[in-house]
Protein backbone atom coordinates (compact mmCIF):
# COMPACT_ATOMS: atom_id res chain seq x y z
CA UNK A 1 0.00 0.00 0.00
CA UNK A 2 1.36 3.02 -0.81
CA UNK A 3 1.68 6.16 1.64
CA UNK A 4 -0.62 8.44 2.29
CA UNK A 5 0.55 12.17 2.18
CA UNK A 6 0.06 14.28 5.48
CA UNK A 7 -1.86 16.56 3.93
CA UNK A 8 -4.84 14.25 3.58
CA UNK A 9 -4.81 12.65 7.22
CA UNK A 10 -7.46 13.91 9.48
CA UNK A 11 -6.15 17.00 11.85
CA UNK A 12 -6.61 14.13 15.39
CA UNK A 13 -3.70 12.32 13.24
CA UNK A 14 -1.17 15.03 12.73
CA UNK A 15 2.18 15.17 14.78
CA UNK A 16 2.79 17.80 17.52
CA UNK A 17 5.78 18.49 15.78
CA UNK A 18 4.03 19.52 12.33
CA UNK A 19 1.32 21.13 13.92
CA UNK A 20 4.29 23.28 15.18
CA UNK A 21 6.27 23.53 12.12
CA UNK A 22 2.84 24.86 10.40
CA UNK A 23 2.27 27.02 12.89
CA UNK A 24 6.19 28.73 12.48
CA UNK A 25 5.30 28.81 8.52
CA UNK A 26 2.16 30.64 9.22
CA UNK A 27 4.03 33.27 11.29
CA UNK A 28 6.60 33.74 8.91
CA UNK A 29 4.17 34.18 6.25
CA UNK A 30 2.72 37.02 8.40
CA UNK A 31 6.08 38.96 8.92
CA UNK A 32 7.17 38.30 5.05
CA UNK A 33 7.49 42.21 3.89
CA UNK A 34 7.99 43.41 7.25
CA UNK A 35 11.34 45.03 7.96
CA UNK A 36 12.17 45.91 11.64
CA UNK A 37 13.07 49.80 12.40
CA UNK A 38 16.49 50.04 12.63
CA UNK A 39 16.79 52.86 15.33
CA UNK A 40 15.39 50.23 17.37
CA UNK A 41 18.23 48.53 17.45
CA UNK A 42 20.54 51.48 17.48
CA UNK A 43 18.87 52.51 20.62
CA UNK A 44 19.04 49.35 22.34
CA UNK A 45 22.92 49.04 21.24
CA UNK A 46 23.40 52.50 22.60
CA UNK A 47 21.67 51.52 25.93
CA UNK A 48 23.57 48.47 26.23
CA UNK A 49 27.23 50.36 25.59
CA UNK A 50 26.39 53.28 28.07
CA UNK A 51 25.37 50.71 30.84
CA UNK A 52 28.89 48.71 29.60
CA UNK A 53 30.58 52.19 30.20
CA UNK A 54 28.68 53.15 33.79
CA UNK A 55 30.02 49.50 35.00
CA UNK A 56 33.25 49.98 34.33
CA UNK A 57 33.26 53.44 35.54
CA UNK A 58 32.15 52.35 38.80
CA UNK A 59 34.40 49.46 39.04
CA UNK A 60 37.27 51.77 38.00
CA UNK A 61 36.56 54.21 41.09
CA UNK A 62 35.88 51.88 43.55
CA UNK A 63 39.44 50.41 42.32
CA UNK A 64 40.66 54.32 42.86
CA UNK A 65 39.43 54.43 46.30
CA UNK A 66 40.65 51.15 47.63
CA UNK A 67 43.74 52.53 46.12
CA UNK A 68 43.52 55.47 47.95
CA UNK A 69 42.28 53.66 51.47
CA UNK A 70 45.18 51.54 50.98
CA UNK A 71 48.00 54.08 50.69
CA UNK A 72 46.40 56.33 53.10
CA UNK A 73 46.72 53.28 55.68
CA UNK A 74 50.11 52.46 54.89
CA UNK A 75 51.07 56.39 55.19
CA UNK A 76 49.78 56.01 58.68
CA UNK A 77 51.40 53.24 59.37
CA UNK A 78 54.74 54.56 58.42
CA UNK A 79 54.32 57.63 60.08
CA UNK A 80 53.80 55.91 63.49
CA UNK A 81 56.85 53.41 62.58
CA UNK A 82 59.30 56.91 62.40
CA UNK A 83 57.54 58.73 65.75
CA UNK A 84 58.98 55.29 67.25
CA UNK A 85 62.61 55.79 65.59
CA UNK A 86 65.11 57.34 68.00
CA UNK A 87 67.54 58.20 65.44
CA UNK A 88 69.14 61.65 65.92
CA UNK A 89 69.53 63.66 62.53
CA UNK A 90 73.32 63.44 61.43
CA UNK A 91 73.88 60.01 62.31
CA UNK A 92 72.59 58.75 58.48
CA UNK A 93 71.20 55.11 59.97
CA UNK A 94 67.74 54.59 58.85
CA UNK A 95 64.66 57.29 58.49
CA UNK A 96 64.63 60.19 60.80
CA UNK A 97 60.90 61.38 60.81
CA UNK A 98 61.09 65.34 59.67
CA UNK A 99 57.35 65.91 59.47
CA UNK A 100 57.11 68.36 62.58
CA UNK A 101 60.91 69.83 62.03
CA UNK A 102 61.49 73.24 60.16
CA UNK A 103 62.33 72.49 56.73
CA UNK A 104 60.70 68.73 56.47
CA UNK A 105 59.01 68.75 53.21
CA UNK A 106 60.60 66.90 50.23
CA UNK A 107 59.59 70.05 48.20
CA UNK A 108 62.42 72.25 51.08
CA UNK A 109 64.67 69.18 50.25
CA UNK A 110 65.09 69.29 46.56
CA UNK A 111 65.44 73.44 47.09
CA UNK A 112 68.75 72.76 49.14
CA UNK A 113 69.95 69.81 47.53
CA UNK A 114 69.75 72.07 43.88
CA UNK A 115 70.95 75.17 46.12
CA UNK A 116 73.98 73.33 47.22
CA UNK A 117 74.93 71.91 43.97
CA UNK A 118 74.00 74.48 41.72
CA UNK A 119 72.36 77.39 42.67
CA UNK A 120 69.23 76.13 40.86
CA UNK A 121 70.87 76.14 37.59
CA UNK A 122 69.86 73.82 35.40
CA UNK A 123 72.59 74.51 32.45
CA UNK A 124 75.26 73.77 35.28
CA UNK A 125 78.41 71.39 34.86
CA UNK A 126 81.21 70.22 36.50
CA UNK A 127 84.55 70.77 34.43
CA UNK A 128 85.96 68.20 36.54
CA UNK A 129 83.64 65.64 36.87
CA UNK A 130 81.20 66.09 34.24
CA UNK A 131 78.25 66.32 36.50
CA UNK A 132 75.10 68.03 34.72
CA UNK A 133 72.21 70.37 35.24
CA UNK A 134 70.56 71.48 38.40
CA UNK A 135 71.50 68.74 40.67
CA UNK A 136 74.68 67.48 39.28
CA UNK A 137 73.36 64.02 38.39
CA UNK A 138 76.54 62.39 36.58
CA UNK A 139 76.78 61.15 33.34
CA UNK A 140 77.74 56.98 34.41
CA UNK A 141 74.01 57.60 35.97
CA UNK A 142 72.39 58.10 32.89
CA UNK A 143 74.83 55.65 31.17
CA UNK A 144 73.40 52.04 29.80
CA UNK A 145 70.63 50.80 27.70
CA UNK A 146 67.35 49.90 29.05
CA UNK A 147 69.13 50.48 32.82
CA UNK A 148 70.22 54.03 34.89
CA UNK A 149 68.17 56.31 36.48
CA UNK A 150 67.04 57.78 33.19
CA UNK A 151 65.01 54.49 32.27
CA UNK A 152 64.26 54.06 36.10
CA UNK A 153 62.29 57.11 36.33
CA UNK A 154 60.62 57.60 32.46
CA UNK A 155 60.66 54.04 31.13
CA UNK A 156 62.89 55.36 28.28
CA UNK A 157 66.87 55.99 27.90
CA UNK A 158 68.00 59.74 27.22
CA UNK A 159 71.09 61.41 26.27
CA UNK A 160 73.09 63.62 28.31
CA UNK A 161 72.05 66.52 25.96
CA UNK A 162 68.70 65.49 26.24
CA UNK A 163 69.17 65.86 29.69
CA UNK A 164 70.69 68.90 29.59
CA UNK A 165 68.32 70.76 27.29
CA UNK A 166 65.29 69.49 28.94
CA UNK A 167 64.23 71.39 33.11
CA UNK A 168 61.26 68.42 32.73
CA UNK A 169 63.66 66.09 32.08
CA UNK A 170 66.58 67.04 35.17
CA UNK A 171 63.41 67.14 37.34
CA UNK A 172 61.92 64.14 36.37
CA UNK A 173 64.83 62.06 37.00
CA UNK A 174 66.34 63.82 40.32
CA UNK A 175 62.79 63.99 41.70
CA UNK A 176 62.46 60.26 40.93
CA UNK A 177 66.01 59.31 42.83
CA UNK A 178 65.54 61.79 45.53
CA UNK A 179 62.49 61.08 47.15
CA UNK A 180 63.51 56.87 47.11
CA UNK A 181 66.64 58.32 49.35
CA UNK A 182 64.70 61.10 51.10
CA UNK A 183 61.30 58.05 51.78
CA UNK A 184 64.65 54.96 53.02
CA UNK A 185 66.89 57.68 54.54
CA UNK A 186 65.60 61.08 55.87
CA UNK A 187 66.99 64.03 54.65
CA UNK A 188 70.50 63.66 56.27
CA UNK A 189 70.95 60.24 54.99
CA UNK A 190 69.17 61.44 51.63
CA UNK A 191 71.74 64.04 51.09
CA UNK A 192 74.56 61.37 51.73
CA UNK A 193 73.33 59.05 49.34
CA UNK A 194 72.98 61.92 46.74
CA UNK A 195 76.71 63.29 47.48
CA UNK A 196 78.23 59.80 47.84
CA UNK A 197 75.92 57.53 47.40
CA UNK A 198 73.32 55.39 49.07
CA UNK A 199 76.39 52.76 50.02
CA UNK A 200 78.04 55.05 51.96
CA UNK A 201 75.07 55.70 53.94
CA UNK A 202 75.55 54.71 58.08
CA UNK A 203 79.32 54.36 57.20
CA UNK A 204 79.96 56.80 59.41
CA UNK A 205 84.03 55.82 59.05
CA UNK A 206 83.61 57.43 55.95
CA UNK A 207 81.89 60.54 57.30
CA UNK A 208 85.17 63.03 57.70
CA UNK A 209 87.70 61.53 54.90
CA UNK A 210 89.09 64.12 52.84
CA UNK A 211 87.00 64.77 49.11
CA UNK A 212 90.35 66.57 47.60
CA UNK A 213 88.91 69.85 47.14
CA UNK A 214 85.25 68.67 47.55
CA UNK A 215 83.66 68.65 51.23
CA UNK A 216 83.38 65.34 53.15
CA UNK A 217 80.47 63.86 53.56
CA UNK A 218 79.80 64.91 56.76
CA UNK A 219 80.12 68.71 55.80
CA UNK A 220 77.59 67.92 52.98
CA UNK A 221 74.69 66.65 54.50
CA UNK A 222 75.15 69.34 57.38
CA UNK A 223 75.19 71.88 55.00
CA UNK A 224 72.15 70.42 53.23
CA UNK A 225 70.38 70.77 57.27
CA UNK A 226 71.37 74.01 57.72
CA UNK A 227 69.47 74.89 54.49
CA UNK A 228 66.82 73.10 55.76
CA UNK A 229 66.76 74.80 58.84
CA UNK A 230 67.90 72.37 60.98
Given at each position: MAYISNRYLPEDKRTEREK???????????????????SDYRQ?????????QQATQYEANRRSQREAAGLQA????????????GVSVGQGQGPD????????????FLKAISGQESGGNYGARNRSSGAMGKYQIMPGN???TRSGWDYEALGRDISSSQFMGSPAL?????????????????????????????????KVGRYDRSQGSYPS??????????RLGY
Open positions: RAEQFRAQLQLLKGQSPNPRAAYILQGGLQNQMAGQWRNIYSGNMPGGSFGALGGQEAIAQYKLRQYYNRYGPWGAAVAWYAGPGSVGIRQYADSIMR
